[in-house]
């Protein structure tokens, strides 16, 4: 069971620089998010979506942009990489309901320099 | 708007010690109730839900009461061991704005040693 992947695990950017973090889930989720873990601010949503053509903002979307074109994928696009960007990001999915469970990724550690 | 607040970490305790994290909530609707637990290097998994008034989810000798009353939902266990040391999320999920993406608390770090 591959779950959620995401690639890359590592990224160090310099500033300015534009990347894309890939995370792809095979459990046929509607739901899939985007999270930011910074130390002592625990897990910051950037954006979600609840299907495919459907996204949203969270609580921290500025510098980042998604797109759900297909059910298994949601790119994070960074748009102009800024050292405040400096995190580890996790992809989430799961199914649509107030009791299910989320599944997260491996997580990407940026480095923005 | 929705909201969870945990305790403040890091909790050290000493392997076969009695684990207490508080986590209390705020939320419209009747929430569901969860603890997510993340090891080092890697992502969050679920350890243990409760969806309704006075349940009590259980795993891998964790437990947490869903308390409507106190709207509180603390993550309990009677003898940590060194392989406990993680970080603990409790979250919560409502529905409010017609999604049921998950509002996480901050996180509380536990370090058990031997």
């Known amino acids: 069971n591959a779950g959620v992947t995401q690639t890359p695990k590592f990224q160090v950017l310099k500033t300015g620089q534009s990347m894309t973090l890939q995370c792809a889930q095979d459990?046929?989720?509607?739901?899939m998010s985007w999270y930011r873990q910074d130390p002592g601010m625990g897990l910051r949503l950037i954006h979600y979506?609840?299907?495919?053509?459907?996204?949203d903002q969270g609580e921290v979307p500025n510098g980042y942009n998604v797109s759900r074109s297909t059910t298994e994928d949601f790119p994070l696009r960074l748009l102009s990489a800024a050292p405040s960007q400096t995190s580890v990001y996790f992809c989430?999915?799961?199914?649509?309901?107030?009791?299910?469970?989320?599944?997260f990724g491996q997580g990407t550690r940026l480095t923005v320099v | 708007g929705d909201s969870v607040t945990q305790m403040e970490g890091p909790v050290t305790l000493s392997e076969e010690a009695f684990l207490t994290i508080n986590c209390t909530y705020t939320?419209?609707?009747?929430?569901?109730l969860f603890w997510y637990v993340q090891y080092p290097g890697e992502g969050l998994q679920l350890l243990l839900k409760a969806t309704k008034a006075d349940d009590k989810g259980s795993n891998k000798g964790f437990e947490a009461t869903y308390r409507k009353e106190t709207t509180s939902f603390h993550l309990e266990k009677g003898s940590v061991q060194v392989s406990d040391s993680a970080v603990y999320f409790c979250a919560l999920s409502t529905g409010t704005g017609g999604s049921y993406i998950p509002t996480f608390g901050r996180g509380t770090s536990l370090i058990v040693h031997p």
């Open positions: 989430a999915s799961s199914y649509s309901g107030q009791s299910t469970e989320a599944f």
């Open positions: 979506s609840v299907g495919a053509g459907i996204t």
């Open positions: 939320a419209t609707g009747y929430p569901s």
């Open positions: 459990m046929n989720h509607e739901y």
